[in-house]
């Protein structure tokens, strides 16, 4: 499983959460709209939302999120279900 760095309620990328399943869908709920026509949608890697999985753990340090993820995902870290 891949972890990843998200930003979190204190409006830094503090947090950590597994990857959404859903990350890779072209049209997934992760593309950020664009108002202008010469930018194209692109994948918000950062956002959690309603189809992300669980635990979403705050780590309070950027430095410390990016290591976590990184950890966890070197071990193959995963939820207990």
């Known amino acids: 499983m891949k972890w990843r ?3 979190t309620d204190s409006e830094d990328l ?3 959460a597994p990857e959404c399943p859903r990350a890779t869908e072209p ?3 992760h593309d950020i709209d ?3 026509p010469d930018l194209t949608a692109r994948y918000d890697e950062h956002g ?3 189809c992300c999985p669980h635990p ?6 950027p430095l410390a999120a990016e290591l976590a993820a990184n ?3 070197g071990s193959d870290a995963e939820p207990c279900s």
């Open 5 to 7: 760095v998200v930003l």
């Open 14 to 16: 503090t947090g950590i």
């Open 27 to 29: 049209e997934g709920p």
């Open 34 to 36: 664009r108002d202008e």
């Open 48 to 50: 959690v939302y309603d």
């Open 56 to 61: 979403h753990i705050e780590c309070w340090s």
């Open 71 to 73: 950890g966890l995902t």
